[in-house]
T-cell receptor, first 115, second 107 residues
Framework: NAGVMQNPRHLVRRRGQEARLRCSPMKGHSHVYWYRQLPEEGLKFMVYLQKENIIDESGMPKERFSAEFPKEGPSILRIQQVVRGDSAAYFC?????????????FGPGTRLTVL | GESVGLHLPTLSVQEGDNSIINCAYSNSASDYFIWYKQESGKGPQFIIDIRSNMDKRQGQRVTVLLNKTVKHLSLQIAATQPGDSAVYFCAEKGLVFGKGTRLSVIA
């Protein structure tokens, strides 16, 4: 049973470009969470999604950031017109339907570097 | 607002000693807490959880204590091993993470 998968593991973008981060949850998991982690910092919640629905996006910046979890395929975190301050590790986690925000299984993360 | 914080950013312990990592929270309505371990370059891993109707929960070499009166929880690791070296986070309902405590085990 594969764990949570994220790709790419490392992503380099120039200022103004778009970054797309993908997350495939564990099999049978229908809840996905995205977090951002700056160096030597804790994880900051960004968004919580279920299939085709955004449940909680209270941690998502209002501009340039968007997330989706379509019926088919991985969850996507999209950052438009990236700036240097977007450089961070972005972690995705998933949980089964019964957990609802409790124990989460994390992916290895995508490390975004903005030049 | 809600916040979950950690008292110490770093902790160094001798191999074989017990480790105690502390965490404070501010939302008295919180009813579920999780401790995660994050090794360098990896995502967090679940260690142990506790619900607010409990004061203590034990796992394999780990114990979590919850003091609802002062809104404080701690993670105790018995007989700390080099493999325990990591950053430890407490989380409230899994969605709020403290800054983390880096545990370094001295051989």
């Amino acid at each position: 049973n594969a764990g949570v998968m994220q790709n790419p593991r490392h992503l380099v973008r120039r200022r103004g470009q778009e970054a797309r981060l993908r997350c495939s949850p564990m099999k049978g998991h229908s809840h996905v969470y995205w977090y951002r982690q700056l160096p030597e910092e804790g994880l900051k919640f960004m968004v919580y999604l279920q299939k085709e629905n955004i449940i909680d996006e209270s941690g998502m910046p209002k501009e340039r950031f968007s997330a989706e979890f379509p019926k088919e395929g991985p969850s996507i975190l999209r950052i438009q017109q990236v700036v240097r301050g977007d450089s961070a590790a972005y972690f995705c986690a998933s949980s089964p339907p019964s957990a609802q925000g409790h124990e989460q299984f994390f992916g290895p993360g995508t490390r975004l570097t903005v030049l | 607002g809600e916040s979950v914080g950690l008292h110490l950013p770093t902790l160094s312990v001798q191999e074989g000693d017990n480790s105690i990592i502390n965490c404070a929270y501010s939302n008295s309505a919180s009813d579920y807490f999780i401790w995660y371990k994050q090794e360098s370059g990896k995502g967090p891993q679940f260690i142990i959880d506790i619900r607010s109707n409990m004061d203590k929960r034990q796992g394999q070499r780990v114990t979590v204590l919850l003091n609802k009166t002062v809104k404080h929880l701690s993670l105790q690791i018995a007989a700390t091993q080099p493999g325990d070296s990591a950053v430890y986070f407490c989380a409230e309902k899994g969605l709020v993470f403290g800054k983390g405590t880096r545990l370094s085990v001295i051989a």
